[in-house]
Each structure stands twice: as structure tokens, then as C-alpha cells.
């Protein structure tokens, strides 16, 4: 798993910003995860990180894009990320790293955990329901047939009466 720890005592007071592009950063937990994502599109991401009085600012931005399957019917589809956030983590005055999982002391530094941030970020950019298209007609919960390319026959079965009737004759010949 990467790991990238960012020393947060060289920081200035007015912040400085990071800007980060090696894929490993989340490729490895893509893999090691076995989550079915590939990136279309290079990740990248700034940090701009500023130490405040009781904690950490931190605001930031990722972007790229993903092949992605689509919750309903299963087919990847390019997904374009462009996602911003902003946290606030707080350094407690006995044991500075105690209030958060993404801060650690090392030889008396405090470090930031960015590459736990990145990926943390990277999967609250992942929409809830990841969808081809809004109205992604999904797959047919019979027979599996992927309905926005197909038109199975059991999904007639309670569609179009006069489909119903169409089918009798067959059935009849
Ligand atoms: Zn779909
Ligand atoms: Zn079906």
C-alpha cells in the first residue's frame, strides 16, 4: 500500500499547496481491494494545507476519469471525476495525533497521512449509484438479458396486453 506522510512542521502558517499525480497512490488499493475501476483519464490531486490552532485545515481537489460499472446493468462507462473537499483534523494538545486516524507522530513530527486522505477522497468521489445513464433500464431480474440492448420476452410477460395476445396465437399454431 502507498504510503506518503507529509510533515506538517516545515508548513508556513499561510498554507502551501501539494499537488499529487503518481496513479499508484490508488491503483495499488484498486487492486488490492479487487474494486473493477480503471482510470481512463490520469488521477490528480491538490492539497493545500494549512496548521491552525487546534488542528489541521485542509482543502483539496481530485479529478480524472474511470471506467466504472454501472450499477444497474453491469456494462463499464466513463466517469468523469471532479471532486472538492475540505476537512478539518483535529491535533489534540497531550498527544497531538490521538484525534485523528489520518495524523501521526514520528520522531517527535507530526505527519499528515495524505496518501490515506487521497484514497479516502477518491472513494467518497465514487457516486452511490454509479449509472450508465440516468435512465439506465438495468438488467431483466429473470432471465439477466441487459435491457437498454434487449427486449426479453418475460419482461412482455406483464407489458403491453396486446403483446399478450399476439403470443397466444404462437402458442396456439
Ligand atoms: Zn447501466
Ligand atoms: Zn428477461
Not at 491552525?52 to 479529478?63: E, I, M
Not at 486516524?101 to 452511490?128: N, Y
Request: charged share 25%.
Amino acid at each position: 500500500m502507498s504510503e506518503l506522510w507529509l510533515s506538517l512542521t516545515g508548513v508556513p502558517a499561510e498554507g502551501r499547496e501539494y499537488i499529487y499525480s503518481d496513479q499508484s497512490l490508488w491503483t495499488e488499493n484498486l487492486r488490492r481491494f479487487e474494486i473493477p475501476v480503471e482510470t481512463t483519464q490520469p488521477l490528480s490531486a491538490t492539497l493545500f494545507v494549512q496548521p491552525q490552532d487546534k488542528g489541521v485545515f485542509v482543502r483539496g481537489t481530485l479529478s480524472g476519469s474511470l471506467r466504472i460499472p454501472c450499477d444497474r446493468c453491469a456494462e463499464p462507462f466513463e466517469l468523469d471525476l471532479a471532486h472538492e473537499f475540505e476537512l478539518f483534523e483535529e491535533v489534540s494538545p497531550e498527544d497531538p495525533a490521538e484525534a485523528s486516524d489520518l495524523l501521526r507522530t514520528a520522531g517527535g513530527v507530526l505527519e499528515l497521512d495524505a496518501a490515506g486522505l487521497l484514497w479516502e477522497q477518491f472513494v467518497l468521489a465514487l457516486p452511490e449509484h454509479a449509472l450508465c445513464h440516468p435512465d439506465c433500464r438495468g438488467l431483466c431480474s429473470t432471465c439477466g438479458a441487459n435491457l437498454n440492448i434487449t427486449a426479453c420476452q418475460c419482461e412482455s410477460e406483464d407489458g403491453d396486453p396486446r403483446l399478450a395476445v399476439l403470443r397466444n396465437l404462437k402458442i396456439n399454431q
